[in-house]
């Protein structure tokens, strides 16, 4: 696509990529993704990222339709993952640079993936500033979000903050900007970027929101590394980052399950029948019906986590082992859970979910085990556990 100026000498010259459905596990189908880099023209020019390298043609198009190569004097290297800097090698052997500007974190990694020691690196902290002339960008160290190096950008003229990871969206979208969009379907679509990217790294959200509030810096727009800019609904953005940081919950549940021969499937649907009749909002998911990326969007402002598996080899089902593996990563916290299954003779699965469910900090309201098929009665015993999972969701989600 075509750079976009968007405010007066700053360039979107980003490339979108239709095609991407897996970044490092988080399925992004059927939506794509961008990968967004900026220019800067003041007195002196900066690049700000690169793209992924299968995309380097479009980039390069895109950074030459604004300006020469060679009239690029800096490099700011906001996070070196390769999403963001594929195209680096081959930038700094065009363009340059008298000056490559990073974290301390930025140029170990750039070191460690790139192996030139020769590149101009400049290292740069929070508080630090590059006057352009005509433009000053301020730099912010955004640490975990979502490597160590990461770091952002202010252009103290125009109120930007390009965010790097942070409010990104993984949106392959012709739009470039979030005013000209469904509100709703980018904030869902960033809640499961947050989700699934950045929500290990809750309290370091904290941190940078109250960093950037000590600054003072008032934020007009967002420009992050993935999806759309903020510029129609930044405070709303921020809101829900701070929500979501703080791992705020709804009056919602989340049932998650595999099974072998439908026992602890029946099990699951009368869970979700108590939760239901108590009017909490209800997500279920089969794990041979989705995936775990869909599922932590869902447990992102979800109040309860249900995990349910049959037993199979003494543990649980395979699909179910490779979800929990996934949401321990994520560190859901501050939720209630519990955990189900049935079992031919041994019964291990459902202990071992709960066990889980307690390494995520979750408090476990009960673990249901069924032999072999359930009777009406163990159905009752379900729905019982929905009701009871309602009052405790209802506590924490403040109802
Ligand atoms: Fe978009 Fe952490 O890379």
Known sequence: MAAVEFLPNVYWVGVVDWNLRDFHGYAVAPRGTTYNAYVIKGEKTVLVDTVSAACSRAFFEAVEAVVPLEAIDYLVVNHVEPDHSGCLMEAVER???????????????????YHRSDWPFEVVQTGQSLPLGGKTIDFLELKMLHW???????????????????????????ERFDDEMDFNE?????GSYYANIILPFSEHVLKALGRVEELGWPIRMIAPSHGVILRGHVEEAVGLYRRWARQEVTRKAVIVYD????????????????LIQKGVTVRVFHMKACHHSDVMAEVLDAAAVILGSST?????????????????????????GAAFGSYGWSGEAPKQLSEA???MRMKVCDVLRVKNVPAEADLAVCKDLGRRLAGEVDALAGA
């Open 148 to 174: 160590p190096d990461n770091m952002g950008c202010y252009v103290r003229e125009d109120g930007l903050l390009i965010s790097s990871d942070a409010f990104g969206q993984n949106w392959a979208t012709s």
């Open 357 to 359: 469910l307690e390494r």
């Open 95 to 113: 363009i340059r640079p008298e000056k490559i500007f990073c974290s301390a974190m930025g140029k170990a990694f750039m070191l460690s993936h």
């Open 259 to 274: 099974t072998m021969w439908k026992s602890t499937a029946r099990m699951a649907e009368a869970i979700a029948e108590g």
């Open 312 to 336: 199979h080899n003494n543990g649980i089902l395979p699909l179910m082992a490779d979800m929990v593996r996934y949401m321990e990563g994520l560190r859901p916290r501050g939720r209630v």
């Open 186 to 190: 980018m904030a869902g679509l960033m």
